[in-house]
């Protein structure tokens, strides 16, 4: 890379191109339509094993040139327990400016980067104005509150006031229709957060001109995941209930034409700069019903199913890490959760253990209800609906 020019790499999580192709073909998205009829694209392939075929996973790929075998690093937020050099490092090894906004599963480790935001899981340095760091702060506490709908009046102030210095005062009418819509189109919170993440990227770059910088966003990574089946280019059986999407609603057409803007926006901002696109992964629809949902206070959770633990800490969606206090409590930990299950032998976690510290991830497919009940150690807990709230239902 010559230090006199300029890469942007956008990093759009799990784009179906092929959705993309359709809703051009259907006279939508012409700033995809454009920027690929000048430069194509072309398909790849990373890992063969499903399990494999994680974002958090594929994009530390990604960053290091390594597949999972060598990099190792099989969930999110995991990157900060490794030195692994990423792409930011190498570059600035060799004297170029590097800048990231939420880069999934990146760890912060270049002093003298421009600016660094990380994504809201990893637990990594903050490389911005004071400002930008309390907005991003405050969107922290909001994504991993997100199903619970609650912000905290702190983060809504730190969120409010750094939205408004990091909007592009020409996007301001886009907020304001975000907003209005938010309560009847739910998914439009996500795109929203996109929106301001583009607008600090922007920014960004236009005050330090790096050589290198690169943009994540998940809105249609998360919106395709809970509502593929109302769009209108799906062609597939599957339906989501009625009440789910309003008639005539199309999330992903929503969060595809916020997308578009935005490639629209950087194209016109830094048109003496290289432009690359990534999806890293690709959504099927998922073949049945199946509920999302969310533990409200994961801490009180666990001491109302009387287990033992030093911490825990929210991850995207379903997911939560505990740490024990030591090994032994860990398996102990362990064969309690995988010990809980419903009358109908439907079991509630999959539990990883990593030694100390437990991954785990609330999977009970169904819904809750009042009546809904599980035993765990060999008592039964009642009133699950009281610990949980509803995410979403899997479409992708």
Same mark, same amino acid.
């Given at each position: 890379? +010559? ?9 759009? %999580?799990?784009? &179906? ?6 809703? =051009?073909? #259907? ?37 290091? @040139? ?6 190792? =690093? ?20 060799? @004297? ?31 490389? !911005?104005?004071?400002? /930008? *760091? ?19 009046? $702190? ?18 009418? #886009? ?13 439009? *919170? ?14 960004? =770059? #236009? ?37 789910? /999407?309003?008639? @005539? ?24 700069? #290289?432009?690359?696109?990534?999806? @890293? ?29 030093? !911490?825990?800490?929210? +991850? ?8 024990? *206090? %030591? ?10 959760? &995988? ?13 990883? %253990? ?24 060999? $008592? /039964? =807990? +009642? ?14």
């Amino acid at each position: 890379m +010559r230090p006199d020019k300029m890469l942007l790499f956008l990093e759009l %999580n799990e784009v &179906n191109f092929e959705f993309v192709e359709a809703y =051009v073909a #259907r006279g939508h998205l012409p700033n995809f339509k454009s920027f690929f009829s000048k430069h194509g694209f072309a398909e790849t392939t990373s890992e063969s094993q499903y399990d494999a075929l994680e974002p958090w996973i594929q994009w530390v790929t990604a960053h290091t @040139g390594m597949p999972l075998a060598e990099h190792g =690093v099989f969930r999110l937020g995991d990157i900060v327990n490794t030195d692994i050099e990423q792409i930011w490092e190498r570059l600035s090894a060799h @004297g170029l400016k590097v800048g990231a906004i939420s880069p999934m599963n990146a760890k912060c480790m270049t002093d003298d980067a421009s600016f660094f935001i990380p994504d809201p899981w990893t637990d990594t340095r903050v490389i !911005a104005d004071p400002l /930008v *760091k309390r907005m991003f702060a405050a969107i922290v506490q909001a994504v991993n509150d997100n199903a619970q709908a609650h912000v905290k009046p $702190r983060s809504l102030l730190d969120l409010a006031v750094g939205g408004a210095v990091t909007a592009i005062p020409s996007h301001y009418g #886009r907020y304001l229709r975000y907003m209005m819509h938010s309560r009847a189109r739910p998914w439009v *919170k996500a795109i929203f957060l996109d929106q301001l993440l583009a607008d600090l990227f922007t920014k960004s =770059v #236009r005050k330090h001109r790096p050589n290198f910088a690169t943009l994540f966003v998940n809105a249609a990574a998360h919106i395709q995941h809970h509502y593929m089946f109302s769009s209108a280019v799906y062609d597939g059986a599957m339906k989501n209930p009625d009440g789910y /999407v309003a008639s @005539g609603q199309d999330p992903l057409l929503d969060v595809y034409q916020a997308y578009d803007r935005i490639l629209g926006d950087i194209v016109a901002q830094f048109s003496d700069a #290289r432009i690359m696109l990534a999806t @890293g992964l690709h959504q099927d629809p998922h073949p049945s019903i199946t509920y999302y949902w969310r533990i409200r206070d994961h801490a009180q959770f666990l001491r109302k199913l009387a287990l033992k633990f030093e !911490a825990v800490e929210a +991850r995207m969606s379903r997911d939560f890490l505990i740490t024990c *206090k %030591n090994s032994a409590e860990a398996l102990s930990m362990e064969a309690s959760l &995988n010990s809980a299950s419903t009358a109908d032998d439907v079991k509630l976690f999959e539990v990883d %253990n990593r030694g100390v510290d437990l991954f785990v991830m609330l999977t009970y497919p169904m819904n809750i209800d009042e009546f809904t009940e599980f035993s765990i150690d060999g $008592r /039964v =807990v +009642r009133n699950l609906v009281d610990d949980v709230t509803f995410v979403a239902i899997k479409n992708g």
